[in-house]
Every structure is written in structure tokens, then in C-alpha cells.
């Protein structure tokens, strides 16, 4: 069974700021790909990036860019200049490949402040 | 478009009731994905349909009926509901591929926020 760890239950940081999400995993598949999801108070799960396990290179959209340490099984959120809509749920999640179910973790809470 | 719809947005049931929630996708996806997410929880997984075969039932309690009528659709029937089952229900699709180096994104609908009285 696969297990994810989000061990910072909310951050706080100024608009314009730098902010850095963690996130651990622990599994035993060698082929995986790991997501960042975002939930703002609607409560609509979105999509904010996704990695390859099998890749090295660190996924990055726009302002949001991870840091993957695969012999680690740590996989960071990093958001550059952090904006007020930024404010969400932010959930690490796992998944082993094909039609499979997510595991996520337990969600650290962001708030960004004007 | 990444669109996954939820009716109704809304439910509120009683333990005696027999309801049904929905979920569409017209992007092609041939899995699909219910999950329930209890307030200030993560989502945990429910079940599971790829190809429109049930492939993964999380050990759900049977008053949780899934159903999925065809690609774009999936339902899921609720009866004899406790009020420890309130919480958001989450719908999400994938394109449902077995193998291979993309991974298989699940896209999510804005849930139904089920209350049993």
C-alpha cells in the first residue's frame, strides 16, 4: 500500500511571496506518477501539476514547479509569486498507473495574504 | 475541455430514502472515478469503472450501489444511508490507459454535497 505525508497542516505567506509545499510517499512500485492538486473553497478539485516518476527532470506550469527527489520519495510544490486566488487546499497525491485510485495526502490548508 | 458535471450539487436525504447521484463526461475518458471526502479530509477512493467494468470497489458498504450505463455516464444509487455518510461526493475521469509513460490525469467535477438526516 502506498502512503503520502503532508506534514504542514497550514502556511500563511504575503502576496508576491515564495512558498514551498512538501510532500513524502512511501511505495514500493518502481513506475508511478505523483500529482499536485489544488481545492479552493468551491471545493472543485483542480489540477495544478503532474510528475513521472521515471522522469528526472521537475515538472513546472507557469509559477508552479516541483522538486522531485526520487531516492528521497519526496516531492515538493514550490509557487513563485504567490497571488490571492492561490489561496486553496493544496492535496500531494499518488498513483500507481492506468485506471488506479489516488491516494493523497492529508492536505496542507495555503492561504496567501493581501 | 476538461469538463466533469455533477447533478445535483446539492442532496439532502433521509436514512430511508432511495436517491441517485450523477456524474457525465464528454471528453472520451473510459474511466471513471467516486470518491467521498468527509470536511477537512482527504478524498478516499470508492470505486473504480474502466471500460465501463467495475475494477476496483474499495470495500464500500452495499448501501452504495455504482452503476455505469455506458462510457459517458456514471451513477451512483444510495439507500438506507446513515448520517455518518454525509460528505462531498467526487466524481472524476481519466482516459482509462493501462499502460504507458503518460500518466493517466483524473479530472474532477465539483461534487455533491450529500446531508442524511
Known amino acids: 500500500a502506498q502512503t503520502v505525508t503532508q506534514s504542514q497542516p497550514e502556511m500563511s505567506v504575503q502576496e508576491a511571496e515564495t512558498v514551498t509545499l512538501s510532500c513524502t510517499y512511501d511505495?514500493?512500485?518502481?513506475?508511478?506518477?505523483l500529482f499536485w492538486y489544488k481545492q479552493p473553497p468551491s471545493r472543485q478539485m483542480i489540477l495544478v501539476i503532474r510528475?513521472?516518476?521515471?522522469?528526472?527532470q521537475n515538472a513546472t506550469e507557469n509559477r508552479f514547479s516541483v522538486n522531485f527527489q526520487k531516492a528521497a520519495k519526496s516531492f515538493s510544490l514550490k509557487i513563485s509569486d504567490s497571488q490571492l486566488g492561490d489561496t486553496a487546499m493544496y492535496f500531494c497525491?499518488?498513483?500507481?498507473?492506468?485506471?488506479?485510485?489516488?491516494?493523497f495526502g492529508k492536505g496542507t490548508h495555503l492561504i496567501i495574504q493581501p | 475541455d476538461t469538463e466533469v458535471t455533477q447533478t445535483p450539487k446539492h442532496l439532502v436525504m433521509g436514512m430511508t430514502n432511495k436517491k441517485s447521484l450523477k456524474c457525465e463526461q464528454h471528453m472520451g475518458h473510459r474511466a471513471m472515478y467516486w470518491y467521498k471526502q468527509k470536511a477537512k479530509k482527504p478524498p478516499e477512493l470508492m470505486f473504480v469503472y474502466s471500460y465501463e467494468k467495475l475494477s476496483i470497489n474499495e470495500s464500500v458498504p452495499s448501501r452504495f450501489s455504482p452503476e455505469c450505463p455506458n462510457s459517458s455516464l456514471l451513477n451512483l444509487h444510495l439507500h438506507a444511508l446513515q448520517p455518518e455518510d454525509s460528505a462531498l461526493y467526487l466524481c472524476?475521469?481519466?482516459?482509462?490507459?493501462?499502460?504507458?509513460?503518460?500518466?493517466?490525469?483524473?479530472?474532477f467535477g465539483p461534487g455533491t454535497r450529500l446531508t442524511v438526516l
Open positions: 511505495t514500493s512500485e518502481n513506475n508511478y506518477y
Open positions: 510528475q513521472e516518476a521515471y522522469k528526472q
Open positions: 472524476a475521469s481519466s482516459q482509462g490507459q493501462s499502460s504507458g509513460r503518460v500518466p493517466d490525469t483524473q479530472y
Open positions: 497525491a499518488f498513483m500507481r498507473g492506468g485506471a488506479d485510485g489516488l491516494t
